[in-house]
């Protein structure tokens, strides 16, 4: 077979997973082919339910692969999650699938609720509390458990009588949400809404529930394993932070270098431009979650500007964008552009544009950048946004991650400023720059951990951790988490850098250092170190010893630690460069300009 019919092969099979009339064994069939690459990226996944959900495991590994990730399915055993966790656990099972199900809490629970007292209702849900406690406790060093809500199967009978399942359901949702909250590694999915979106008709089947406690469809199954496979990042296939968007028929509806300001469709109240104008609205909604909003539009920038900052109904205002590209120019050059000026790369971008020549432009030219279309039919576009909005928000938004924009903004004022001194020294000094070092933060756990996911370029081994991980190592002995929060005379950056350290006996390792990009380059990343240093020397260790190790992305910090005055000790063949001192002899670089604090 030539390499076009070799190529070809895999996509096809990816266009049956696709494809919503796909029969089951047309999908049997293409995730068994498709499973057989052994280069790609996979992941175990347990399945731990008290319902019999066998299928759920073939719709995980549909929507793994259709991510780029190889999904292996653990299952569990039947209404044992206790005993699943530990299962899991010998299984090198680092992700599992929570499942409990309503109607069997006991025999037929939701035709029981209308008789039963009230005291054996508040028994099974004191049992449900200490069980599932206990459950996540167990699972406390899983990198994510999704837990799935409590839903009925029935309707009610009278819509205007009481309802002592929907009662109950809320009850028992609420202990399930108040047990998992302090657990940050636990993602919620919301089983009742996906009954209303699939339709209970098509959600459930009776006949495979009384024969064998197997209540679901495949349709439910379907949609339950594609939010779970959201709400992982593609089981960690991608991790997004850039949206770029078009702006004639994709931010409003019309032209507006030939329909002018007064001509494109864009209001609360008429259609199309209601669909517009809720559209802007749930984008909004993502810039003040975190994401990074840019333009990347063929137009005049004076009429766009226009736009921005004169239409009454206009949403996303100047303000709110960081980065616009406005020109003539290519996409798929302004995309790269894009990505350069912001420092990311180009996989961390999501583009949206209604123009079919220029999204197949971008996903011929850059298939790493996730490319969507502006759909035909106006009244399936908010449809389209909600599924682009769990590409960023799924695997969750620690706090530190938000106000992404402001941020971006600083450093391009910190930039506009750097042009009117003579020095660097200079020009950092007039920064103002405030650095805050803590020592196993608690209150961090999730950014950092976030942050370890997704920085790729200022990342020494690229290292990732879990939510589990850093909370492993903040409570032992053997390591240490240091963190970082950064600002200036613009205001706050957030948590911008994290530095795990390992103890060995008298040797205290850099197990990893990363940073985002957003403030490399003012001595942040060279300041913390003398504290580090002596927090190792107090703890009795007399040598430091840190490695680079290479990836695709992070070369520019392949000398990082000669800049930080290490000793090379040696280099592999695969660039791997290990360095170490005598804790007495090192010294850090001296940076009057920064004011530094430390947290322990």
């Known amino acids: 077979m030539n390499a076009a019919g070799a190529g070809s092969v895999p996509a096809a099979n990816l266009a049956v997973l696709a494809r919503p009339d ?37 719709y995980l590994r549909k929507h793994g692969l259709l991510a780029g990730t190889r999904v292996e399915i653990v299952p569990g055993n039947y209404d044992d999650p206790i005993g699943d966790v530990a299962l899991f656990e ?98 919620v999915i919301d089983s009742e809404d996906i009954v209303a979106a699939v339709g209970r008709n098509a959600a459930f089947d ?50 507006i270098g030939e329909d002018l300001i007064g001509g494109i469709k864009l209001g609360p109240h008429d259609y199309p431009g209601n669909i517009f104008w809720r559209v802007q609205h749930e984008l909004a909604g993502l810039e003040r979650q975190g994401v990074v909003l840019c333009l990347c539009t063929k137009n005049n920038p004076a009429d766009v500007d226009d736009v ?90 620690a706090a530190d991650s938000r106000g992404k924009t402001g941020q971006y903004k600083q450093r391009a004022g910190a930039e506009q400023l750097k042009a009117q001194f003579n020095t660097q020294e200079a020009y950092l000094a007039s920064l103002e720059l405030k650095v805050e070092l803590s020592r196993n933060a608690g209150a961090s756990i999730g950014r950092i951990s976030e942050l370890s996911q997704k920085s790729n370029q200022f990342n020494l081994t690229t290292t990732r951790y879990s939510i589990a991980d850093v909370e492993q190592m903040m409570g032992g002995d053997s390591h240490a988490v240091y963190s970082l929060t950064v600002a200036d005379k613009f205001g706050p950056a957030g948590l911008t850098g994290v530095a795990v350290m390992r103890y060995d006996g008298a040797v205290a390792h850099v197990d990893n250092f990363l940073m985002s990009c957003r403030v490399i380059g003012r001595g942040v990343e060279t300041v913390i ?25 992070n070369a520019q910090v392949a000398d990082f630690y000669d800049r930080l005055g290490l000793p090379l000790l040696a280099e592999s063949a695969e660039g791997v460069r290990r360095y170490a001192i ?7 670089p001296p940076h009057s300009w920064i004011e530094i604090t430390y947290a322990q």
């Open 582 to 588: 005598a804790a007495a002899d090192f010294a850090a």
């Open 308 to 397: 921005l900052r004169a239409h009454p109904d206009m949403v996303l205002r100047d303000e709110r964008i960081v980065l616009k590209k406005i020109n003539w120019d290519d996409k798929v050059s302004n995309l790269r552009a894009i990505a350069a000026e912001l420092n990311v790369g180009l996989d961390s971008i999501v583009f949206l544009d209604d123009s079919a020549f220029e999204c197949e432009a971008v996903r011929q030219q850059l298939p790493m950048v996730k490319t969507i279309q502006v759909p035909a039919a106006l009244p399936d576009y908010p449809r389209v946004v909600q599924e682009l909005k769990q590409l960023f928000l799924a695997g969750g938004i």
């Open 90 to 187: 010998r299984a090198g099972v680092k992700q599992m699938v929570l499942l409990p199900f309503f109607d069997t809490l006991q025999p037929a629970f939701e035709a029981q609720l209308g008789t039963l007292p009230a005291e054996a209702v508040d028994a099974r849900e004191a049992e449900l509390r200490l069980r599932y406690r206990l459950v996540f406790e167990q699972a406390r060093a899983m990198d994510a458990i999704y837990l799935g809500t409590f839903h009925r199967m029935g309707g009610p009978s009278d819509a205007g009588a009481d309802d002592p399942v929907a009662q109950a359901l809320a009850r028992f949702n609420g202990a399930l949400r108040e047990e998992a909250a302090p657990f940050a590694n636990i993602r």
């Open 22 to 58: 796909s029969t089951m064994m047309q999908l049997t069939q293409a995730i068994t082919a498709l499973e057989k690459d052994e280069q790609a990226r996979s992941v175990k996944v347990g399945v731990s339910s008290s319902a019999t959900v066998d299928l759920l495991g073939t």
């Open 529 to 553: 170190w003398g504290r580090i240093a002596a927090d190792a020397v107090a703890r009795g260790c007399t040598e430091l010893r840190a490695a680079f190790v290479p990836s695709a992305k």
């Open 206 to 255: 009776a006949r495979f529930y009384f024969r064998s406690k197997a209540p679901y469809s495949g349709a439910y199954m379907n949609e339950l394993a594609r939010r779970i496979a959201a709400a992982a990042r593609g089981f960690g296939a991608h991790f997004y932070k850039v949206l770029v968007l078009d702006c004639d028929n994709t931010l409003w509806g019309g032209v």
